[in-house]
T-cell receptor, first 114, second 112 residues
Framework: GAVVSQHPSRVICKSGTSVKIECRSL??????MFWYRQFPKQSLMLMAT?????????EQGVEKDKFLINHASLTLSTLTVTSAHPEDSSFYIC??????????FGPGTRLTVT | DAKTTQPPSMDCAEGRAANLPCNHS???????VYWYRQIHSQGPQYIIH???NNETNEMASLIITEDRKSSTLILPHATLRDTAVYYC?????????????FGQGTRLTINP
């Protein structure tokens, strides 16, 4: 079945640095991918929609200059957390729709900012 | 997409059937009911979906009421590995590549 991977699975960085998270669709193409953030004991919150070949669209309250999204190919979307701060520590998950009923999610990336 | 209401938590004994309810009283005619689950520190996993008929697959059964205002996800023989947060989401068929918005879900704990 379709698989979505994320890299890295876990990252620890210092406050003020930038972190890039990759989301790949392994055996299908995805013109659209979605990025979610999840804080402990909370539900997934949609951050933005990544569009291949065009700008991402962000949900209300999500800073586009802080969370840079690049969807350079049909199988890769990247989320860069710029100038990360401890409050950005979270579980980041991507989703890639296949066009079928099932929606494939990545395994998530645990970001810890110290 | 229509809003859903789920109990925040449920417990079930291992080996018994787990029945998870979901209310979606504002569902419209072209909207499907989807169920996903999220095991701790993993990405969500698709379970099942339906429009108006009851559905069954290798993971679960989905029972949708005749008026489609509520549904129940049934895990027939729950195991410890079924401990997870279960999300009921209502969305239209045409929105395969559109937003998928999660509510708070039900935290299901399977007890030995």
């Amino acid at each position: 079945g379709a698989v979505v991977s994320q890299h890295p699975s876990r990252v620890i960085c210092k406050s003020g640095t930038s972190v890039k998270i990759e989301c790949r669709s392994l055996d299908f193409q995805a013109t659209t991918m979605f990025w979610y953030r999840q804080f402990p004991k909370q539900s997934l919150m949609l951050m933005a929609t990544s569009n291949e070949g065009s700008k991402a669209t962000y949900e209300q309250g999500v800073e586009k200059d802080k969370f840079l999204i690049n969807h350079a190919s049909l199988t890769l979307s990247t989320l860069t957390v710029t100038s990360a701060h401890p409050e950005d520590s979270s579980f980041y998950i991507c989703r890639a729709p296949t066009g079928a009923y099932e929606q494939y999610f990545g395994p998530g990336t645990r970001l810890t900012v110290t | 997409d229509a809003k859903t209401t789920q109990p925040p938590s449920m417990d079930c004994a291992e080996g018994r059937a787990a029945n998870l309810p979901c209310n979606h009283s504002t569902i419209s005619g072209n909207e499907y009911v989807y169920w996903y689950r999220q095991i701790h520190s993993q990405g969500p996993q698709y379970i099942i979906h339906g429009l108006k008929n009851n559905e069954t697959n290798e993971m679960a059964s989905l029972i949708i009421t005749e008026d489609r205002k509520s549904s129940t996800l049934i895990l027939p023989h729950a195991t410890l590995r079924d401990t997870a947060v279960y999300y009921c989401i209502v969305r239209s068929r045409s929105s395969g590549a559109q937003k998928l918005v999660f509510g708070q879900g039900t935290r299901l704990t399977i007890n030995p």
